[in-house]
């Protein structure tokens, strides 16, 4: 406010507050495409006009209040700033977000112009010499820019209406250079000059063969990275960021979905470091999904969704609470009973992310390419997607998760197309319809494949039941334990209902039962599992745990009869298998 009524003052909060604010628009954004809210739209119109203020008494398209206010001279961490704590390029790149996400679901353009000045602004400013060698300090603003630039190329009439014209081939020269110019300090003028693997910058991509650093940076690094490789037809990018994914997949990845496994620096840990009282925080998984769509859009293989899948059933629904005004930061899969949501924090960066991945379930739950549609999260809805021969309307039904069956049927097509529906990869043995016959569908990368067209519904069945899960025996923190599944869903024992203690070992022959309690934290299936001391455990989804009284929690279990034996055949680039597998 400050700056846009030509004032100044002294900046309050953190210097990547702006961005934050702009990540809430996007997901209200989001929002909005689904539900008619004035109000809100106003307000954030509202915003807009301050935005909009505060970039112009810039002189151009910068926009971070923080350095306008507190350090003018040192844009980008120049002349005695830190790019690490300033977070400029961060706070545009979540301008570039914002603005696009609001326009298409208001077409107000006030925001979008905002964020053309800003991409404009940058790609004149940064860049291979003789513009200055400056890459994000945390990442976001590559894929955010790729998202830009896809907009005006989706919609070609968009730059004459807007009144500012945007630049696309400096935009995405100045996207190459932020991906391509990690590891290259020499003509750095910014501090810190090299940022090391905190923000994977301590070599070049190609360079790069183990995910490390700050986690929330890396996901959305390797998220542009990808991002920038669908865009340019990269197959050499594509193949860094899939090396990169393997890495995370294969060794650095925890059974809910959570990444970063240390607290200092908020970092990845070495291979298979997945302490049970690991940080994981919520925007590193929030990162994470948005990699997997990527990467899954680049390769049309189902693999990244069963990641995401289990990130937004497990990590991303625990990390805020039933009631929606609290949230985790971290997310260890155990507490002693003193890890609760938060109600707020002087780094509110979680509730915005949270935000963003739930508003756009719609896009990360249906793909499509030439010949028809990916169906990657199993949720209930109505969809539709203009295809090539007209638009499809597709009504999807199911009771995941807490029973095994799924349903989509085509509504409305203008001929026949593709359906691949992702075969989930916690299921045993599917059976799969096609208008109620029993087929034996084709399957492609992972995919169950059906040509459809209007009237013609797919649907497969699923006998759901409880599972104990292993880790890889590399996986040091649970050697010997083993974990509950059902479905998607990674169970815990909380306090509240095992008076006798959460850590009492399962009996080696647990006799899981489920039950649905509809009066239980909105309803939900509980498991009881037998204990090696004659008494029993009762389970409950990880996604609700702490939205009762305070108490200890735990998802990993001693069995009875289990010991460490060092098994390390089979897996198959697997982290986590069933028992006896």
Same mark, same amino acid.
């Given at each position: 406010?400050?700056?846009?009524?030509?004032?100044?003052?002294?900046?309050?909060?953190?210097?990547?507050?702006?961005?934050?604010?702009?990540?809430?628009?996007?997901?209200?954004?989001?929002?909005?495409?689904?539900?008619?809210?004035?109000?809100?739209?106003?307000?954030?119109?509202?915003?807009?006009?301050?935005?909009?203020?505060?970039?112009?008494?810039?002189?151009?398209?910068?926009?971070?209040?923080?350095?306008?206010?507190?350090?003018?001279?040192?844009?980008?961490?120049?002349?005695?700033?830190?790019?690490l704590w300033q977070h400029d390029l961060y706070n545009n790149g979540c301008l570039f977000e914002a603005g696009a996400h609001y326009w298409r679901a208001t077409?107000?353009?006030?925001?979008?112009?905002?964020?053309?000045?800003?991409?404009?602004?940058?790609?004149?400013?940064?860049?291979?010499?003789?513009?200055?060698?400056?890459?994000?300090?945390?990442?976001?603003?590559?894929?955010?820019?790729?998202?830009?630039?896809?907009?005006?190329?989706?919609?070609?009439?968009?730059?004459?209406?807007?009144?500012?014209?945007?630049?696309?081939?400096?935009?995405?020269?100045?996207?190459?250079?932020?991906?391509?110019?990690?590891?290259?300090?020499?003509?750095?003028?910014?501090?810190?000059?090299?940022?090391?693997?905190?923000?994977?910058?301590?070599?070049?991509?190609?360079?790069?063969?183990?995910?490390?650093?700050?986690?929330?940076?890396?996901?959305?690094?390797?998220?542009?990275?990808?991002?920038?490789?669908?865009?340019?037809? !990269?197959?050499?990018?594509?193949?860094?960021?899939?090396?990169?994914? !393997?890495?995370?997949?294969?060794?650095?990845?925890?059974?809910?979905?959570?990444?970063?496994?240390?607290?200092?620096?908020?970092?990845?840990?070495? !291979?298979?470091?997945?302490?049970?009282?690991?940080?994981?925080?919520?925007?590193?998984?929030?990162?994470?999904?948005?990699?997997?769509?990527?990467?899954?859009?680049?390769?049309?293989?189902?693999?990244?969704?069963?990641?995401?899948?289990?990130?937004?059933?497990?990590?991303?629904?625990?990390?805020?609470?039933?009631?929606?005004?609290?949230?985790?930061?971290?997310?260890?899969?155990?507490?002693?009973?003193?890890?609760?949501?938060?109600?707020?924090?002087?780094?509110?960066?979680?509730?915005?992310?949270?935000?963003?991945?739930?508003?756009?379930?719609?896009?990360?739950?249906?793909?499509?390419?030439?010949?028809?549609?990916?169906?990657?999260?199993?949720?209930?809805?109505?969809?539709?997607?203009?295809?090539?021969?007209?638009?499809?309307?597709?009504?999807?039904?199911?009771?995941?998760?807490?029973?095994?069956?799924?349903?989509?049927?085509?509504?409305?097509?203008?001929?026949?197309?593709?359906?691949?529906?992702?075969?989930?990869?916690?299921?045993?043995?599917?059976?799969?319809?096609?208008?109620?016959?029993?087929?034996?569908?084709?399957?492609?990368?992972?995919?169950?494949?059906?040509?459809?067209?209007?009237?013609?519904?797919?649907?497969?069945?699923?006998?759901?039941?409880?599972?104990?899960?292993?880790?890889?025996?590399?996986?040091?923190?649970?050697?010997?334990?083993?974990?509950?599944?059902?479905?998607?869903?990674?169970?815990?024992?909380?306090?509240?209902?095992?008076?006798?203690?959460?850590?009492?070992?399962?009996?080696?022959?647990?006799?899981?039962?489920?039950?649905? !309690?509809?009066?239980?934290?909105?309803?939900?299936?509980?498991?009881?599992?037998?204990?090696?001391?004659?008494?029993?455990?009762?389970?409950?989804?990880?996604?609700?745990?702490?939205?009762?009284?305070?108490?200890?929690?735990?998802?990993?279990?001693?069995?009875?009869?289990?010991?460490?034996?060092?098994?390390?055949?089979?897996?198959?680039?697997?982290?986590?298998?069933?028992?006896?597998?």
């Open positions: 406010r400050d700056l846009a009524a030509g004032r100044l003052g002294h900046h309050r909060g953190m210097p990547g507050h702006d961005g934050l604010l702009l990540e809430t628009i996007r997901g209200a954004a989001d929002d909005l495409t689904h539900t008619r809210d004035e109000a809100l739209t106003d307000r954030i119109d509202a915003m807009a006009e301050l935005v909009e203020a505060a970039q112009l008494s810039s002189g151009g398209g910068y926009l971070s209040t923080y350095t306008q206010l507190d350090r003018p001279s040192m844009r980008f961490g120049e002349g005695g700033g830190s790019i077409r107000h353009a006030r925001l979008l112009e905002c964020a053309v000045r800003s991409a404009n602004d940058l790609s004149n400013t940064i860049g291979e010499p003789p513009k200055k060698w400056i890459v994000p300090g945390h990442s976001l603003p590559e894929y955010a820019l790729i998202e830009l630039i896809e907009l005006f190329e989706e919609e070609k009439g968009l730059a004459g209406r807007l009144n500012v014209a945007p630049d696309i081939p400096g935009w995405e020269e100045l996207a190459r250079f932020w991906i391509h110019g990690r590891g290259r300090h020499v003509h750095r003028t910014n501090h810190p000059q090299y940022m090391g693997e905190y923000s994977q910058d301590h070599a070049p991509i190609e360079a790069q063969f183990q995910a490390v650093g700050h986690a929330v940076r890396a996901m959305l690094y390797y998220t542009g990275a990808a991002r920038l490789a669908v865009h340019a037809g !990269d197959e050499a990018l594509l193949g860094h960021a899939k090396r990169l994914w !393997d890495n995370v997949a294969e060794r650095k990845l925890y059974i809910n979905g959570g990444v970063g496994a240390a607290h200092f620096e908020e970092k990845l840990g070495t !291979d298979y470091e997945l302490p049970n009282t690991g940080y994981m925080e919520t925007c590193a998984s929030a990162g994470l999904i948005l990699w997997a769509e990527t990467m899954s859009r680049a390769t049309g293989e189902a693999k990244y969704f069963a990641v995401a899948e289990r990130a937004l059933y497990n990590l991303m629904l625990s990390s805020v609470t039933l009631e929606g005004d609290r949230y985790f930061y971290q997310n260890p899969m155990e507490s002693d009973g003193t890890h609760h949501h938060w109600n707020w924090h002087d780094c509110p960066c979680c509730p915005p992310m949270i935000a963003k991945i739930f508003g756009q379930i719609d896009r990360l739950m249906l793909a499509q390419d030439d010949d028809g549609l990916f169906v990657n999260l199993l949720i209930g809805g109505s969809v539709s997607a203009e295809l090539g021969n007209g638009e499809a309307r597709l009504t999807l039904t199911t009771a995941l998760p807490w029973e095994g069956c799924y349903e989509a049927r085509v509504d409305r097509a203008g001929g026949s197309f593709l359906l691949r529906v992702r075969v989930p990869d916690w299921a045993f043995a599917p059976v799969w319809r096609l208008n109620g016959a029993i087929v034996r569908p084709a399957l492609s990368n992972g995919y169950a494949v059906f040509t459809v067209g209007k009237g013609d519904a797919v649907s497969f069945e699923e006998t759901l039941r409880p599972v104990c899960m292993q880790a890889h025996p590399q996986v040091e923190a649970d050697r010997g334990l083993v974990a509950v599944m059902m479905g998607p869903l990674v169970y815990c024992a909380e306090g509240i209902d095992n008076p006798d203690g959460v850590d009492r070992p399962l009996a080696a022959a647990p006799g899981f039962r489920q039950r649905m !309690d509809e009066k239980l934290l909105g309803g939900v299936v509980t498991i009881t599992a037998d204990t090696q001391d004659g008494g029993t455990m009762e389970l409950v989804p990880l996604g609700v745990w702490d939205n009762r009284e305070p108490g200890p929690m735990r998802t990993w279990f001693r069995q009875e009869g289990r010991a460490f034996v060092w098994d390390a055949d089979g897996w198959e680039g697997r982290l986590y298998r069933r028992t006896g597998e």
